[in-house]
């Protein structure tokens, strides 16, 4: 979708909003959808816009227009306002907690949005994605997800879209209680929006910093983060999001045991919650209103506040929300010694809180009583069977005797097997520990002989680099000096001349750049990212190429394992000698991403690219596989001939790394 209808859209949004009226933005939004003088793409996206806002009043009224914008969308062949509508179709289920399939409507609007290379909303479905993936306690996935809408948003630019994902981040590790890690990408989010004066957003991210300091008990921190929340608030007149600011600097306050401010704040949040309809800060305003009253022994204003505040919970049916009124209720009466009114909430709160227990103590006695109506059954049929046994008591000796007789027979029988079974099943253990053993043995020899091929391939390196550049090197310049101290009168042998100079000078430095390729980098005293690009210089020399390079965060991978450097520069070696030599690029990408327990690599070119079925037999890739295999890492080749050439590498951390350096 055209940017200036992204900027028209958004501009009707929040202008809706700044009024305080959903209505507004919704009665814009349908006269857009019936208006004759705007393209069908801006008629659709108008579409999704307002199947986005109305996920938050009529859930079956957004699926509606949803599914009526998906199908003028692919009526019209227009692929970037699809994967905007199942983006927003993944957000409406998961409003309603539906989140299996808020990622099958994420992993849709992603595939169409790589079909036209349209980054923006695949940036989008990724946010969405993470943050899907997050409710779930997916973290892996989540912050996977993340980190590739992170990486779009970066490659178009999208200052907003990159503040927005780090932000996400921060709640991310929010979640997980990893507080400083947290505050880390808010800080970084923080930053951005602020150059953008966005803020809108940067108060947000504020109370966000607020909270987690909040949640690590830094009582005094929060404060700070949530007062300058408010104060931006207030400048920027959005009076509708106070409220909860508020109420988390009223619930701080009374943490801090300054009850005055407390109550002070507590009764604005429930002022501009009621104002604004926002029943959930409403419940919990009270809430907090109470417990700050029975803290000041005024029990009973703080019975006014909570008894208002169960009847809401009630209402909206929050239950735990309803069990915290109940039990404040009756910690208020026990301080008033009023035991009798305490005593019934006390009820009420055990018997709100263990409802399911009852339940299922209910399901147990029906299984006792049936068990019981059982046993009398069986004991009915006995009576009828010891009558029968009166009449032909001999007649049921035999039977019995040689239905022993049988039972024991099949009773050794059973166990015989059932020891045989045994003995099967321990040697067959047996035997897959042992395949194992052998494996993990064969495994370690190959790695084993592998570092010793490399370091064996070092050395060979080192002498005939050292060879190249003292014999053939010095040979070839002699000759050049000998050719150059000829003088001659002939033109034509003049030229033939000149010819074999500028063929000895090509020769130069062709074994120049081999005896380069084949010496190991000198990473002890120098920075990897800065060998790297010494490297790539001195190759392209003085070809027109462009190359891009991003090494985050750069000093957490100065300080990885040098070993493991070594290997990365190989590799990069590898790639771009390729890039130039064979794909003929024009511009070569260098990204090197460190995360916890693994390093990314990606080389991508523009050059000619490659058949990529499998059957490649260059030694080049040969190695690069064998060294990543050696760190238990993987490798993903994307190229096409024509197509230019994408090479994902991750390469594990958490491997042994006292074996030599794999140069």
């Given at each position: 979708m055209n940017i200036y209808k992204i900027l028209l859209l958004s501009g009707l949004i929040l202008w809706g909003i700044a009024a305080g009226a959903q209505n507004k933005v919704i009665d814009s939004l349908n006269h857009l959808i019936d208006s004759k003088d705007i393209s069908?793409?801006?008629?659709?996206?108008?579409m999704v816009e307002l199947s986005s806002t109305l996920r938050y009043s009529s859930f079956d009224e957004a699926i509606k227009i949803n599914d009526e914008a998906l199908a003028e969308s692919r009526k019209s062949k227009l692929i970037s306002t699809e994967a905007s509508a199942y983006i927003t179709r993944a957000l409406i289920?998961?409003?309603?907690?539906?989140?299996?399939?808020?990622?099958?409507?994420?992993?849709?609007?992603?595939?169409?949005?790589?079909?036209?290379?349209?980054?923006?909303?695949?940036?989008?479905?990724?946010n969405v994605l993470g943050s899907v993936n997050l409710s779930q306690g997916n973290y892996a996935n989540a912050i996977r997800a993340y980190t590739d809408g992170l990486e779009k948003f970066r490659s178009i630019s999208h200052e907003s879209g990159t503040a927005a994902t780090l932000n996400r981040i921060g709640n991310f590790y929010l979640k997980r209680k990893q507080y400083n890690?947290?505050?880390?990408?808010?800080?970084?989010?923080?930053?951005?929006?602020?150059?953008?004066?966005?803020?809108?957003?940067?108060?947000?991210?504020?109370?966000?910093?607020?909270?987690s300091y909040y949640q690590e008990n830094n009582f005094s921190k929060a404060l700070e983060y949530f007062s300058r929340s408010t104060k931006i608030l207030e400048q920027i007149n959005m009076p509708e999001k106070l409220a909860i600011r508020e109420l988390n600097i009223g619930k701080t306050n009374t943490h801090l045991e300054k009850y005055q401010e407390a109550d002070h704040y507590l009764k604005k949040a429930l002022e501009h919650a009621k104002k604004y309809n926002d029943k959930k800060v409403m419940c919990q305003s009270l809430l907090n209103l109470g417990i700050l009253k029975r803290l000041q022994h005024d029990d009973t204003s703080a019975i006014l506040y909570l008894k208002e505040g169960l009847e809401l919970a009630k209402n909206m049916h929050d239950h735990d929300t309803e069990i915290e009124f109940y039990e404040t209720i009756a910690k208020s009466y026990a301080q008033q010694n009023n035991?009798?009114?305490?005593?019934?909430?006390?009820?009420?709160?055990?018997?709100?809180?263990?409802?399911?227990?009852?339940?299922?103590?209910?399901?147990?006695?029906?299984?006792?009583?049936?068990?019981?109506?059982?046993?009398?059954?069986?004991?009915?049929?006995?009576?009828?069977?010891?009558?029968?046994?009166?009449?032909?008591?001999?007649?049921?000796?035999?039977?019995?005797?040689?239905?022993?007789?049988?039972?024991?027979?099949?009773?050794?029988?059973?166990?015989?097997n059932n020891k045989q079974k045994s003995l099967r099943l321990i040697h067959t253990q047996k035997e897959e520990i042992s395949r194992q053993k052998i494996t993990e043995l064969i495994k370690d020899q190959e790695?084993?002989?592998?570092?010793?091929?490399?370091?064996?391939?070092?050395?060979?390196?080192?002498?005939?680099?050292?060879?190249l550049h003292d014999g053939i090197g010095g040979t070839l310049a002699s000759i050049k000096m000998n050719l150059l101290g000829l003088k001659t009168d002939d033109g034509s042998l003049k030229d033939r001349l000149?010819?074999?100079?500028?063929?000895?000078?090509?020769?130069?430095?062709?074994?120049?750049?081999?005896?380069?390729?084949?010496?190991?980098?000198?990473?002890?005293?120098?920075?990897?990212?800065?060998?790297?690009?010494?490297?790539?210089?001195?190759?392209?020399?003085?070809?027109?190429?462009?190359?891009?390079?991003?090494?985050?965060?750069?000093?957490?991978i100065e300080a990885i394992d040098k070993n493991i450097q070594v290997d990365i520069y190989r590799i990069i070696q590898e790639l771009v000698t390729n890039a130039i030599k064979h794909g003929k690029a024009q511009e070569i990408s260098i990204y090197l991403t460190m995360h916890d327990d693994y390093v990314n690599l990606m080389v991508e070119d523009d050059g000619t690219g490659f058949r990529n079925d499998g059957k490649q037999d260059g030694i080049g890739l040969k190695n690069i596989q064998s060294r990543v295999a050696a760190l238990d890492g993987k490798i993903t080749i994307d190229t096409n001939i024509g197509k230019g050439t994408n090479v994902i590498i991750d390469l594990s951390l958490s491997h042994d790394k006292a074996v030599p350096a794999h140069s």
């Amino acid at each position: 979708m055209n940017i200036y209808k992204i900027l028209l859209l958004s501009g009707l949004i929040l202008w809706g909003i700044a009024a305080g009226a959903q209505n507004k933005v919704i009665d814009s939004l349908n006269h857009l959808i019936d208006s004759k003088d705007i393209s069908d793409s801006l008629r659709i996206e108008a579409m999704v816009e307002l199947s986005s806002t109305l996920r938050y009043s009529s859930f079956d009224e957004a699926i509606k227009i949803n599914d009526e914008a998906l199908a003028e969308s692919r009526k019209s062949k227009l692929i970037s306002t699809e994967a905007s509508a199942y983006i927003t179709r993944a957000l409406i289920h998961a409003q309603t907690g539906n989140l299996d399939s808020a990622k099958q409507f994420c992993h849709q609007a992603i595939v169409l949005s790589k079909r036209i290379a349209d980054d923006l909303h695949m940036a989008l479905a990724y946010n969405v994605l993470g943050s899907v993936n997050l409710s779930q306690g997916n973290y892996a996935n989540a912050i996977r997800a993340y980190t590739d809408g992170l990486e779009k948003f970066r490659s178009i630019s999208h200052e907003s879209g990159t503040a927005a994902t780090l932000n996400r981040i921060g709640n991310f590790y929010l979640k997980r209680k990893q507080y400083n890690s947290s505050r880390l990408y808010y800080e970084q989010s923080l930053a951005v929006f602020e150059k953008l004066k966005r803020y809108d957003q940067v108060t947000g991210i504020l109370n966000n910093i607020g909270v987690s300091y909040y949640q690590e008990n830094n009582f005094s921190k929060a404060l700070e983060y949530f007062s300058r929340s408010t104060k931006i608030l207030e400048q920027i007149n959005m009076p509708e999001k106070l409220a909860i600011r508020e109420l988390n600097i009223g619930k701080t306050n009374t943490h801090l045991e300054k009850y005055q401010e407390a109550d002070h704040y507590l009764k604005k949040a429930l002022e501009h919650a009621k104002k604004y309809n926002d029943k959930k800060v409403m419940c919990q305003s009270l809430l907090n209103l109470g417990i700050l009253k029975r803290l000041q022994h005024d029990d009973t204003s703080a019975i006014l506040y909570l008894k208002e505040g169960l009847e809401l919970a009630k209402n909206m049916h929050d239950h735990d929300t309803e069990i915290e009124f109940y039990e404040t209720i009756a910690k208020s009466y026990a301080q008033q010694n009023n035991y009798e009114r305490a005593y019934v909430y006390y009820q009420k709160f055990d018997f709100l809180k263990d409802s399911l227990l009852n339940l299922e103590k209910d399901r147990e006695v029906l299984i006792l009583q049936n068990q019981f109506e059982a046993k009398q059954n069986e004991q009915k049929i006995s009576l009828l069977q010891h009558e029968a046994e009166k009449k032909n008591i001999i007649l049921l000796a035999l039977i019995i005797g040689s239905i022993l007789l049988i039972l024991s027979m099949v009773l050794v029988l059973i166990n015989y097997n059932n020891k045989q079974k045994s003995l099967r099943l321990i040697h067959t253990q047996k035997e897959e520990i042992s395949r194992q053993k052998i494996t993990e043995l064969i495994k370690d020899q190959e790695l084993n002989s592998f570092k010793n091929k490399l370091e064996g391939q070092e050395n060979e390196r080192k002498r005939i680099a050292q060879e190249l550049h003292d014999g053939i090197g010095g040979t070839l310049a002699s000759i050049k000096m000998n050719l150059l101290g000829l003088k001659t009168d002939d033109g034509s042998l003049k030229d033939r001349l000149n010819d074999i100079t500028l063929r000895l000078d090509n020769a130069c430095e062709e074994v120049r750049m081999i005896s380069h390729n084949l010496i190991p980098p000198v990473l002890h005293n120098s920075a990897l990212t800065e060998v790297i690009k010494n490297f790539v210089n001195e190759v392209i020399g003085t070809r027109n190429i462009v190359v891009n390079y991003e090494f985050y965060p750069k000093k957490q991978i100065e300080a990885i394992d040098k070993n493991i450097q070594v290997d990365i520069y190989r590799i990069i070696q590898e790639l771009v000698t390729n890039a130039i030599k064979h794909g003929k690029a024009q511009e070569i990408s260098i990204y090197l991403t460190m995360h916890d327990d693994y390093v990314n690599l990606m080389v991508e070119d523009d050059g000619t690219g490659f058949r990529n079925d499998g059957k490649q037999d260059g030694i080049g890739l040969k190695n690069i596989q064998s060294r990543v295999a050696a760190l238990d890492g993987k490798i993903t080749i994307d190229t096409n001939i024509g197509k230019g050439t994408n090479v994902i590498i991750d390469l594990s951390l958490s491997h042994d790394k006292a074996v030599p350096a794999h140069s």
